[in-house]
């Protein structure tokens, strides 16, 4: 039945009716707004790495970079390690993000800017939580017809998948989702890895994989001896000199920073542990969790080059076939094992989604300017409601992507668009609402400009420099993120220094409440202001000048700060020694 063995289905039966009763229970934990849209902020470390780990990790990254190592080699393993270099940054990052003791990331524009600017963060961070649910749905989905041989269609798989995460999402709110999320993230591990030791095995080790990989290539260039072949041995290369090299390497890094502070699901995630100690070590660690799984990911990625020559234009499929032609192989019910696990990845990401732009509606928008005082039960409803809704959107989006790696990429610069207006505005005291919307607007203008195909047809006659090749169909990625990211800032900054300054009582109390950490046990009663008593944190200015506000980093903070880097290390060097076994 659909592809699948009866102890296929069975596991998944047992998987799907057990995920959806515990989300279900958690249900019942939800008395008001904030337990439903931060679960309660109680929970701690162990949770707060997996939801972390389990928002952020779903099998759509896993499609998107297996389908890049196979185009690009094992620099595709950039596409999911853009935020390798900003991992360490979780450490100072997280607790700025708890201390705003907000619901929302709406509540951080509103309290710094204005209640227009919130407005503004809420239709973008909708938005672009719609598109990450659709790439999520639409790689899933690929995934799910090569596992079943082409039985169970994309577009059906889109609908089960959808129905079931919104079954226990809608009802249990982000607790439900962080619960989930543990149980959800291990098997996500299980997914990642369960695969490559059958694929290496299969394939003779790692000598067998250089073996095939040089012998799909000799067989490229006995095909098209004319053509664009890669080398056999800078196809191993984390950094090629091809596609994915240094610069690119570079920019979607610089891109990543930016724009992670205003992925709407981070506020929520960050806020939802009891301490700030809870969240440091629930976002720094959960995702060293996520790049530790990148590195299979990107191996089965090479694997695909030496066992499915040719799929170049369908490369969305390789995961997918690779498990359909090797569990079944192994043992009986590995099938459903590896379909459970990939529907717990996409779930555990796309119910905290879900929630998160419930929260950002309910909060910004239908409270304040459409019903302010209405009960917390009533909030709870409108979430729920436009939890659906949101989800609506993911799925039209997803049967409107072309492919994964075109979704991903979009991904990837609508975060960073308002990014600007969030450090800007953390940093610098003369940032200013007009100048958020100039600089906003112009970046999105910017992308929309260079993504026409006119565009592409002047800068190839007259600004080559922006084309990775004279031929091709579109703008160099990190080139066009450089013309976005110069032109916001520049915005920023020049609109700023035109217009009004910033009322400096209101940012005195914005400045106070991120200088004060937050205490176990503190009530909060709004966003972004400090608890009744409670007395702000001193000032420990980096930059003394009045219109900086950069304080300087504890002895914890920098000893946490570079222990992470050195996990960025330990990676990098992994990786290094694996792709050089049996060279």
Known sequence: ?????????????????????????????????????????????????????GAGTHSDQAVSVVAKTYTSGMSGIWYQWLYLFVTPFNWWIAPILRRCRAITTGDYFEARYSRGVATLYVLVGIGNMMVAIGVMLKGSGAVIRAVTGGQVSEGWAIVWMTIMFVAYG?????????????????????????????????????????????????????????GHVPDPEKIWSLASPGEIGYFYIAMIVINALIGIVTQPHVMPISGAVKTERESQIGSVYGSMIKRVCTIAWTLLGMYAIAAYPGLTKESDQCFGLIAHDLLPQMMPGLIGIFIAAL??????????????????????????????????????????????????????????????????ELLWKVPAMMGIAFWAGLFWRRATAAAVWCSTLTTFAVVYVTSQDWFVDWARVHAGFLLFTQHADELHLPRQMVLYLAAGAIVMVVVSLLTRAPDAEQLDRFYSVLRTPVQPGE?????????????????????????????????????????????????????????????
Not at 175 to 185: E, K, N, P, R
Not at 366 to 393: D, K, N, W
Not at 544 to 571: K, M, N
Request: include cysteine.
């Open 1 to 53: 039945m659909f592809g699948l063995e009866i102890v296929d289905l069975i596991t998944l039966a047992v998987y799907l009716l057990g995920i959806t009763a515990l989300g279900v229970w958690m249900g019942k934990t939800i008395k008001n707004s904030t337990d439903y849209f931060v679960g309660g902020r109680r929970f701690g470390k162990l949770l707060g790495i997996f939801s972390v780990f």
């Open 170 to 226: 809608v009802v249990g709110g982000l607790a439900a989702a962080i619960v989930t999320d543990f149980v959800q993230g291990l098997l996500t591990i299980v997914f990642s890895f369960v695969l490559l030791p059958f694929a290496l095995y299969r394939i003779g080790g790692f000598s067998g994989l250089h073996e095939g990989v040089a012998r799909t290539i000799h067989a490229m260039q006995g095909a098209d001896p004319a």
């Open 343 to 408: 529907l717990a990845s996409i779930m555990s990401s796309c119910d905290a989604f879900m929630i998160t732009c419930s929260a950002l509606f309910t909060q910004n928008i239908y409270r304040p300017f459409i019903a302010p005082h209405e009960s917390q039960r009533h909030y709870v409803g409108v979430g729920r409601v436009a939890a659906v809704l949101t989800v609506a959107g993911g799925v039209l989006i997803a049967y409107a992507l072309e492919n994964v790696i075109q979704g991903l």
């Open 523 to 583: 009530v909060i009663e709004a966003p972004l202001t400090l608890p009744r008593g409670a007395s702000p944190g001193p000032q420990r200015k980096l930059i003394d000048h009045h219109d900086f506000e950069i304080q300087r980093p504890t002895p914890r903070g920098l000893s946490g700060f570079f222990l992470a880097w050195g996990l960025v290390a330990t990676l990098i060097a992994l990786v290094c020694v694996l792709v050089r076994i049996g060279a």
